[in-house]
């Protein structure tokens, strides 16, 4: 793989290893370009703090250690700073807000929940709902048209287990939205060594009908998925079982 735009670091509270290390088995496995993008903080109107991204006062240090590390190994690997977000409009401001002054290179939409934390389930628990669903579907269809983000990340995240007729339709559209935008499907590494419900054959068996390309996006939350073959050699085959086109690098990030 030449680039990997999907890289989380240990500021999300469930991602393992140093910045360094990221780069480091990053380069060892012959990358070229590096982006982290670890889960980006919400400033939420209410007292909570999320378990599962970095908090507001991490931002700092995030861009300060990466600043550093994109400098001291500039000869061997590009790097770039970004986030995975939700698509969140009502809090979209205080992010802006918070962000500003930061020179974030790019972000990639991954959406966890249609809402905010904590009023809304994380979308990759097992849920029959059509409309929830659809609701997926359309915020990062909604998402996306902001042109916000880089990508779309593990865009079969939602876990559907109602009808196949219902799942074909709206991630049909999904696709169809992505194909039209000239946007990628995103193989998920994560997903496909741990046999998550996404990235699943079946949806990457409708990118192919609607005719998408895709995106390795390794979601690497410990340094050795930069590393280890077999995952990576297992989304390579499923991007060429599927007839889909990989996109090596996102243009437009310099
Ligand atoms: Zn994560
Ligand atoms: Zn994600």
């Not at 935008?181 to 054959?201: A, F, K, M, W």
Request: glycine share 8%; net charge negative.
């Amino acid at each position: 793989m030449f680039a990997n735009y999907h890289t989380h670091t240990f500021r999300c509270h469930h991602a393992k290893g140093e910045d360094r290390e990221f780069v480091e088995a990053a380069i060892a496995s012959g990358f070229k370009v590096l982006g982290f993008a670890d889960h980006c903080p919400w400033v939420y109107p209410y007292a909570y703090v999320s378990d599962c991204r970095m908090e507001p006062r991490e931002v700092e240090g995030y861009f300060r250690s990466l600043t550093a590390l994109r400098k001291e190994y500039a000869d061997d690997i590009k790097i770039y700073i970004g986030f995975e977000a939700e698509y969140i409009p009502e809090l979209i401001d205080a992010q802006d807000k918070l962000l500003s002054g930061y020179p974030t290179d790019y972000m990639i939409l991954g959406q966890h929940s249609v809402g905010a934390e904590p009023y809304h389930p994380y979308t990759g628990v097992p849920d029959d709902s059509e409309a929830a669903l659809a609701a997926y579907v359309d915020s990062c269809i909604a998402g996306m048209e902001t042109g916000r983000y880089a990508y779309l990340a593990h865009p079969d995240l939602f876990n559907f287990t109602g009808s196949r007729k219902v799942y074909d339709r709206e991630f049909t559209r999904l696709c169809r939205y992505l194909k039209e935008h000239g946007q990628p499907v995103e193989i998920n590494l994560l997903g496909v060594r741990d046999g998550r419900n996404y990235t699943s054959e079946h949806f990457l068996g409708i990118a192919r009908k609607v005719g998408c390309s895709a995106i390795i996006g390794c979601d690497a939350h410990t340094p050795s998925m930069l590393t280890d073959r077999e995952p990576i050699e297992k989304c390579i085959a499923l991007a060429e079982k599927f007839g889909l086109p990989l996109v090596e690098r996102l243009e437009g990030l310099d």
